[in-house]
């Protein structure tokens, strides 16, 4: 099953817009992280946020950390062609000893240019 | 450094047919965790294998196995294929610094089992 959930499920934005994701989670977290997917490709790690971190920055990434709703957003700045990609939360998650990173369902993300 | 590797890139199977798949992790990193991913169900985790141990086990059938060597390279097994068994199968390296760190994924494997 699915640790978190995100929303939208589907995003389209022109060129230059800022683009918005959340991602809900079930359980308490030792971090947050953002992985974005190419078409069909393997997964690129971009940002980890510590669950005392309440917001980070990475270029134009901002992530944001809510513990008390369980919640975390990405925000993507002035968006380019070259961000249309999905987008995923994860979270370590630990069941009946396992422990596992976790994915949301992901955001997929168009920017028209 | 050099990325994580997989090979191959692309199988077809049929049914009832096993495959291996490969993953050679960033050098140094010595966890590795295989998922698989679907459109329906996902990404969903496998296991992990840290120092030729398999440290980790999701919830997945025991037709799904894997090792790894002592190089840190994984190799991934899939027994008596299924059609639902046709994903992207993803391999996943970290620094074992800490159970918590980032993942650095490699390009996948596409299988299609018909």
Redesign the interface.
């Known amino acids: 099953s699915?640790q978190g959930e995100e929303d939208p499920q589907a995003l389209s934005i022109q060129e230059g817009e800022n683009a918005t994701m959340n991602c809900s989670y079930k359980t308490s977290i030792?971090?947050l992280?953002w992985?974005r997917q190419n078409s069909?490709?393997?997964?690129?790690?971009l940002i980890?946020i510590r669950s005392n971190e309440r917001e980070k920055h990475s270029g134009r990434l901002r992530v944001t950390l809510d513990t008390s709703k369980k919640s975390s957003s990405l925000l993507i700045t002035a968006s380019r062609a070259a961000d249309t990609a999905s987008y995923?939360c994860a979270t370590?998650t630990l069941d009946m000893g396992?422990?596992?990173?976790?994915?949301?369902?992901?955001t997929r993300l168009q920017v028209q240019p | 450094k050099a990325g994580?590797t997989q090979t191959p890139r692309y199988l077809i199977k049929t049914r009832g047919q096993q495959v291996t798949l490969s993953c050679s992790p960033i050098s140094g990193h010595r966890s590795v965790?295989w998922y698989q991913q679907t459109p329906g169900q996902?990404?969903q985790?496998l296991f992990?294998y840290f120092s030729e141990t398999q440290?980790?086990?999701?919830n997945f059938p025991g037709r799904f196995s894997g090792r790894q060597f002592s190089n840190s390279r994984s190799e991934m097994n899939v027994s008596t294929l299924e059609l639902g068994d046709s994903a992207?199968y993803?391999c996943?390296s970290s620094d074992s610094g800490s159970?918590?760190n980032?993942?650095?994924?490699?390009?996948?494997t596409?299988l299609t089992v018909l």
């Open positions: 699915q030792n971090n992280q992985y069909g490709r393997g997964l690129v790690h980890l995923f370590w396992r422990r596992a990173l976790t994915f949301g369902s992901g | 994580v965790s996902g990404l985790f992990e440290r980790n086990k999701g992207l993803l996943a159970q918590y980032e993942q650095f994924f490699g390009p996948g596409r």
